[in-house]
């Protein structure tokens, strides 16, 4: 069965700073991996995934990733936030379940708080 | 515009009354889901869908059904509400379901009192 553990649940940050907010996952097969953005009042928003390839991968908004196998990470980063950037982040895992399925698992979510 | 929308995306309710949340995707997409958001736990699946006609319970599903008899529909029923689903619910498709990718609805916020 997979997990994601999400490390922090509200990481403060002043604008223009820059920040990570971490992501480990478990899962005894192969697995993709999301993190999706959640504006105040609205529905999820892909930021960015992985499939394949580059560890490192490039998101919307600045944003990158870097999957990390032998630690089963996923970490989100950004060299400078906006406070634009205030929001509820979710990682999520993805793997095929046994009804055939892309079946998404979400961690518990990080708010990041931006202050000017 | 491609998208997923959801309807009512408020709604305060009453203990027992039978209440009906719609979801409507626009892309053609085969496969369909409802999560429910609480804080501290992240969404969780309540029910999906593979295609017409077929669903099945996802990891919460207690206290709700799905129907599915349109591509681009797919309803989540409360037969009788109770408190403990007061919560922040979303509908996501993707185009079949082996995608990775899942697109979601504005979300409708359900308070059971």
């Known amino acids: 069965a997979q997990s994601v553990t999400q490390l922090d649940s509200q990481v403060p940050v002043f604008e223009e700073a820059p920040v990570e907010l971490r992501c480990n996952y478990s899962s005894s097969v192969s697995v993709y991996l999301f993190w999706y953005v959640q504006y105040p009042n609205q529905g999820l928003q892909l930021l960015l995934k992985y499939l394949s390839g580059s560890t490192l991968v490039k998101g919307i908004n600045g944003f990158e990733a870097e999957f990390n196998k032998s630690q089963t990470s996923f970490h989100l980063r950004k060299p400078s936030v906006h406070i634009s950037d205030t929001a509820e982040y979710f990682c999520?895992?993805?793997?095929?379940?046994?009804?055939?399925?892309?079946?998404?698992?979400f961690g518990a979510g990080t708010r990041l708080a931006v202050h000017p | 515009e491609a998208q997923v929308t959801q309807n009512p995306r408020y709604l305060i309710t009453v203990t027992g009354k039978k209440l009906t949340v719609t979801c409507s995707q626009n892309?053609?997409?085969?496969?369909m889901s409802w999560y429910r958001q609480d804080p501290g736990l992240g969404l969780r699946q309540i029910y999906y869908?593979?295609?017409?006609?077929?669903?099945d319970k996802g990891d919460v599903p207690e206290g709700y059904k799905v129907s599915r008899k349109e591509k681009r529909n797919f309803p989540l029923i409360l037969e009788s509400p109770s408190p403990n689903q007061t919560s922040l619910y979303f509908c996501a498709s993707s185009l079949v379901p082996s995608s990775y990718e899942q697109y979601f609805g504005p979300g409708t916020r359900l308070t059971v009192t």
């Open positions: 892309m053609n997409h085969e496969y």
């Open positions: 999520a895992v993805s793997s095929k379940f046994s009804g055939g399925y892309n079946k998404l698992i």
């Open positions: 869908s593979m295609n017409v006609e077929v669903t």
